[in-house]
């Protein structure tokens, strides 16, 4: 993919999830339709369309399928310590197609998260918090945790946490084409509370930026987020406002993005 593409939508496009780019991202890493169809987390760990996966449930996202994936016990263990849930409740069901459904209220973002998440699986976390987790080297994966249907703003929670994990997986992907980061270096991250290499603190200031917009756009029409999106709006920026600038370990594009985000957020 020219790197004009990419240098374009991060300079130019409105939305930080750079509608339309993930298509030409994914349509880079898999050029054939019916593998992007057919990827599955245990197929791209195998290297092999013909393995076996079983799905838990599925859903349609903008014409796109969406599998919850449970892998095998020694898959799993590929992962260390991240805890799976057993199961897919029908709670758990509704909760997920009410997160997907806070998505369509922006529909560029909607086609964003079906072209980049293809498999989710599924993690356990304590009541009313949040578990979300995703790899550079799983390019369509993610893990999230999903909140009981009765614990406050469920949905909108889920919601977040999926937005989160696609756009570490498009800034991978975009990775992949443009470098970001020039030299290594490590600097303070308020999400860890401790320091981080640059990379790590620039994936976390592009997914924050990127939900901060979302939660932004969606609270003034959509009353379920109304209330979320005001508190988290208000510890997006805090959390922002507490990084170092890391333009001297960034390349041209990263400096530009890390520009942009912090732009976009402190307006």
Known sequence: ?????????????????????AQKLVHSLYPSSERRDHYGTAR????????????????ILKGDRIVVEQLTLSDQARFGDVGFASSFTVEDTETFKS???ISTEL?????????LVRSVHLLKAQRCYDVSYSHPELPLSIFVSVPHCEEPDAAVRLF?????????????????EV?????????YSPWKQTARPGQGVLHGLYVFAVIH???????RSDRRVRGYAANRLSEIRSEIEMLEDIQAL???????????LRNAVGR
Do not use: C, Y
């Open 1 to 21: 993919m020219p790197d004009s593409v990419i240098a374009g939508a991060i300079a130019r496009a409105e939305n930080l999830w750079f509608p339309g780019l």
């Open 44 to 59: 791209w760990l195998r290297k092999d369309l013909t393995v076996d996966r079983e799905e838990l449930a599925s859903f």
């Open 99 to 101: 997160a997907l459904a």
């Open 107 to 115: 529909p560029s973002l909607s086609k964003t998260l079906s072209v």
């Open 160 to 176: 977040e946490s999926i937005v989160h994990e696609a756009m570490h997986l498009q800034l991978s992907l975009i990775e992949r």
């Open 179 to 187: 470098p970001l980061v020039a030299i290594e270096g490590s600097t």
């Open 213 to 219: 917009q979302a939660l932004e756009q969606l609270s």
């Open 250 to 260: 960034l390349t041209p594009a990263g400096r530009l993005l890390q520009l942009r």
